[in-house]
């Protein structure tokens, strides 16, 4: 039997649909792959019987021809999720021993159209960084590694002696063209670092994931997979654990634009329960890939051409743009005159919620109790014990900028920068722009280590291309494009109009059809 | 704030008159099944945390929803208050630590409340009134109660009272002394209860008060203001005043300065002490709550709810004067409770439509039956004389059966017997005598026999009441007194 885990969501359920294979052996198969992996530390919880149960319900369903649209799929869900009686951390170590007695609507909506449940993917802790390197289980390791060089190898049968180094590894001596690769670990991107390395390294079929200020967009766009933020509203915040209220929102990772896009018609939808989400029909996404892209006028933002730009990404920016216009789209360049101010706009908008949003961690009711004296020194040691040091940076910075005789300085001011971003995105819809085209990140992935310096804003700059998104609460789409000069994958990104995720998935499947898929050379 | 002097209220310092100024913050429970936010309900009692949903634990990833029958309960309130109501208004959180306080923000509304400034008209017993302004209303929920007192070395939490609506109803700085702010609270309580949006109870401490004092010299600025905490009833509400003005004016007087702070009332030591002063106190870090988008309304909805608000105490109370003739007196004790006022318009009420006498009504209700519950201290639901036996008994007054005075007899039989007026009257024969030959009879035996009285009465006509009272004894007050009266008055000649 081929390998299951190889296939996209869409050839699995069309094998599942024709018997080719059973959901179990789906499951099993993937359940394998996961246990293979765990130098990936993608996982921090799996729940291989749940996954097995959920299979052979699965199994029942097909069987009766009563299977829902993603009937014996098997999905990793990102530890923000609140799943019934599955440990649920936010892979903090406050909630190191929480296990929620309710299920969040976003998965419970998985479940209902009939995916299985293959365990909790690792992410930054409650969703705060950049690298998923602020977890309590530790860094996710991406399945992509660097290469380092690309040469015809003689027949000889070991490392030559100028290439080979403490650093270097051979991988594989058949054929004459080899690649050799650093085994330097790199980040996969967060905050949904579990998410993003979990599909790239076929641990799973899709996954979900979360997006703040890119959570989704960057680690997609660094682990050459598919990563769609939709318009804020569009999925229900119900029992996810809360970062920044105003600006969270669910998304689906896939290995295709099909994929992502058949993902979130389950997960989209009203909530009663979420008084933000939005009620509005959920249209069939996946019938928008392979739709005509002729006339559609794609803004080409300015602002976006950053100092210090990367060659690599302002050519892979030039290349996506010539991707939709040889299809036939039109390109203009727009102006979004306030994107410069979006990033340290997000930086306190973002802290202040989290401040807020997190006070709830406090020892008294569930989580983790590190006892004290009193009630403040309980409180005291509990979050300092209970919090990571980039989560206790946040708090700070939030409770600050919420400070009597500062709020106007910071809080107000942040938020009418937020106005204006979005008037700003809402101008350049109203000359009848589909869609905007940006790089999705500022560079391909990096090291685990490298940025984990004094500066944290070293780390935050890794959103300035994805927070304007979240700031205006639109939808965004990070698509893989391409590659840096060192094989990593690069991602685009398209930002829409609001509900209009439809044409994000019409424009990513045309980059898609065009630059083709990314997938790592399996090292783990 | 220059309010004008009530020169009456004024207290007497070692210096010279000072003014007291109040402004009082009530937050009144709102009446609901369901909590603000979740769906978890409010009844009082119930074992500790039975009433707790995963909203009001702040479980992770929980969200406020908000319960529109609070909001309805909100406008109507506001339209008793005559108030501008908001048709757009924002829920803030106000962020703090303490175990009772599941989420760490109590969601409130900050700088955008549901309802704007308003006014309560509050009569005072000598017959004024005065007009004091309202400068807000806004929803927010109630804390969880922290239990210090179960356990040696550990602090317990019950969160049934977690996510409960509160009205907060903040006055102006328009009271003068601890009178007109125990009249203030009344009438406000009076004006909940009307509008069944509170009940008012301050036992279960469904309605409390955070009263905030400050003194002056007439005239002068406003002085420093001290906020009491909690004062959870109306006597102590004006005990906490008379306190606080006290010891503000004893540290004005020795050349000291008041500290603004927030202090507790002491009722068993009868003293306000500090509870934390302006340096101690939270930044709350107010910011409008993401998880809740702003409330909005439109004037329709308002109007729908203007449309059904119950007759309320000062539009009753004009009425009762104007189409019943009532005293302003007998009137404002007639509407100062919802459920007096429903009884007396039972008695009113005649079984066939028409529309008993007020007057005599209100004298029944307000005398008889309103000293006897207050003497033997029972609330008028649990009154042994119904409404229809009330009426009954004015009936039977109107109509001559009976005489005021053998109506106070039958009203003491159904008091404590029970039974239907009239069947009593008829089967005890209480009846009036209204056949004059029966009376004329009396009459002239009595005459005949005091010869003496009759030459007094001619020259003294007053002198008539001996010879009525006679007639009245001498037929067991059945008699009827007008027909008596012009009997007498006929035989001596007056």
């Not at chain 2, 009272?161 to 009249?183: F, H, N, Q, T, Y």
């Amino acid at each position: 039997m081929t390998d299951l885990t190889k296939l996209t969501l869409t050839e699995a359920r069309d094998g599942l649909a024709k018997k080719s294979f059973s959901a179990l052996e789906l499951t099993d198969a993937h359940l394998a792959a996961i246990e293979a992996a765990r130098a990936l530390n993608a996982y921090v919880l799996e729940t291989p019987d749940q996954a097995r149960a959920m299979a052979r319900a699965a199994d029942e369903r097909l069987a009766k021809g009563a299977g829902g649209p993603l009937e014996g799929i098997p999905l990793g869900v990102k530890d923000m999720f609140a799943t019934r009686g599955v440990r649920t951390t936010a892979c903090a170590r406050i909630l190191s021993n929480f296990v929620p007695p309710y299920e969040s609507t976003v998965t419970s909506q998985l479940w209902r159209d009939g995916a299985v449940m293959l365990g909790k993917l690792n992410n930054d802790e409650f969703a705060m960084g950049s690298s998923n390197e602020t977890s309590a289980f530790g860094p996710v390791v991406s399945p992509w590694r660097r290469r380092i060089e690309k040469k015809i190898l003689s027949e000889s049968r070991g490392p030559s002696k100028d290439v080979a180094g403490p650093d270097l590894v051979w991988k594989g001596m058949k054929t004459s063209e080899e690649e050799i690769y650093d085994t330097a670990k790199l980040v996969p991107g967060g905050s949904s670092g579990g998410s993003a390395a979990a599909v790239a390294a076929n641990l799973c079929l899709g996954a979900t994931g979360t997006d703040t200020g890119g959570s989704i967009r960057q680690p997609a766009a660094f682990t050459g997979t598919v990563g769609i933020k939709p318009t804020y509203g569009r999925c229900s915040r119900w029992g996810i654990v809360a970062f920044a209220s105003s600006l969270d929102q669910a998304g689906p990772f896939a290995r295709t634009v099909e994929d992502a896009a058949i993902l979130l018609r389950s997960m989209a939808g009203h909530d009663p329960k979420d008084t933000t989400s939005v009620d509005r029909a959920v249209p069939d996404y996946a019938a928008a890939v392979g739709k005509s892209v002729k006339g559609m006028k794609i803004g080409i933002p300015k602002e976006y051409r950053v100092d210090g730009m990367s060659a690599e990404i302002e050519k892979l920016w030039g290349e996506g743009a010539a991707m939709l216009k040889a299809a036939g789209a039109e390109l203009v360049e727009v102006s979004l005159p306030h994107t410069k101010y979006a990033l340290p706009a997000y930086y306190i908008v973002a802290p202040a919620e989290a401040s807020s949003n997190l006070a709830r961690y406090d020892g008294v009711r569930y989580g983790v109790r590190v006892p004290g004296r009193d009630i403040v020194e309980m409180y005291e040691k509990t979050r300092a014990e209970g919090f990571g040091p980039e989560v206790r940076r946040r708090i700070m910075i939030g409770t600050y900028v919420l400070s009597a005789g500062y709020y106007d300085a910071y809080y107000l001011r942040a938020q009418q920068v937020r106005t204006l971003i979005r008037k700003d995105f809402e101008d350049c819809f109203a000359n009848g722009v589909s869609a905007i085209l940006t790089p999705a990140t500022p560079s391909a992935a990096f090291g685990i280590g490298e940025k984990t310096s004094e500066d944290p804003v070293e780390m935050y700059l890794n959103d300035v291309f994805t927070v304007t998104v979240n700031m205006a609460g639109l939808p965004g789409l990070a698509v893989p494009a391409g590659r840096d000069s060192q094989g990593l994958p690069l991602g685009l990104q398209l930002i829409g109009r609001p509900f209009d995720e439809e044409t994000l998935f019409t424009l990513g499947g045309v980059i898609e059809q065009t630059a083709g898929r990314f997938t790592p050379q399996r090292w783990w | 704030m220059n309010a004008p002097v009530r020169s009456a209220k004024l207290i007497k310092g070692a210096t010279g008159d000072w003014e007291v100024v109040v402004g009082i913050e009530v937050h009144a429970q709102v009446t609901s099944n369901a909590k603000l936010f979740s769906g978890a309900s409010t009844v009082f009692g119930g074992e500790p945390n039975a009433h707790v949903s995963l909203v009001d634990a702040a479980m992770p990833g929980m969200l406020p929803v908000i319960n529109e029958e609070c909001v309805r309960q909100a406008v109507r309130t506001g339209l008793g208050l005559k108030a501008q109501i908001n048709l757009r208004s924002v829920f803030d959180r106000k962020n703090y630590f303490y175990p009772d306080l599941p989420q760490g923000y109590q969601i409130s509304q900050y700088k955008s409340p549901i309802v704007g400034e308003g006014e309560v008209i509050v009569d005072l017993a000598d017959g004024t009134s005065f007009t004091v302004g309202i400068e807000r209303l806004h929803l927010e929920q109630d804390a969880g109660k922290s239990l210090h007192d179960q356990h040696p070395s550990m602090s317990f939490v019950d969160l049934n009272r977690s996510g409960v609506a509160l009205m907060e109803i903040v006055s102006k700085p328009d009271l003068r002394s601890a009178d007109e702010a125990r009249a203030y609270v009344t009438k406000l309580r009076t004006i909940l209860r009307y509008l069944g949006t509170c009940d008012g109870d301050m036992e279960k401490g469904n309605l409390r008060a955070d009263v905030n004092v400050s003194v002056r010299k007439p005239g002068q600025p406003l002085g420093t203001r001290c906020e009491i905490k909690n004062v959870n009833s109306i006597r102590f509400i004006g005990q906490a005043i008379e306190t606080e003005a006290r010891r503000q004016i004893g540290i004005l007087e020795d050349g000291g300065r008041i500290d603004q702070e927030t202090r507790l009332f002491d009722p068993v030591k009868g003293e306000t002490r500090s509870m934390r002063s302006k340096e101690e106190a939270h930044d709350y870090r107010y910011f409008p709550d993401p998880d809740l988008l702003p409330l909005e309304f439109d004037q329709a909805f308002v109007d729908g709810l203007k449309g059904h608000l119950p007759e309320l105490p000062d539009e009753k109370k004009a009425r009762f004067i104007k189409e019943l003739g009532l005293t302003a007196y007998d009137a404002s004790v007639l509407v100062s409770e919802r459920e007096s006022a429903d009884f007396f318009e039972q008695v009113l009420a005649m079984d066939g439509g028409g529309r008993r006498d007020g007057k005599l009504a209100a004298n029944w209700v307000i005398n008889e039956l309103f000293g006897r519950l207050n003497k033997e201290g029972r609330d008028i639901a649990a009154s042994p004389v119904s409404a229809g036996q009330l009426g009954a008994i004015v009936d039977l007054i109107g109509e001559g059966v009976i005489s005021g005075k053998i109506a106070k007899d039958l009203f003491e039989i159904v008091w404590s017997e029970g039974g239907d007026p009239r069947a009593i009257v008829e089967s005890r024969g209480m009846k009036q005598v209204t056949d004059l030959s029966a009376i004329e009879k009396v009459v002239d035996d009595i005459v005949a026999a005091n010869p003496d009285k009759v030459a007094q009465a001619k020259a003294k006509p007053t002198m008539i009441g001996w010879f009525v009272g006679q007639v009245m004894k001498s037929s067991g007050g059945k008699a009827n007194p007008q027909a008596v009266n012009d009997l007498l008055k006929a035989k001596l000649g007056l």
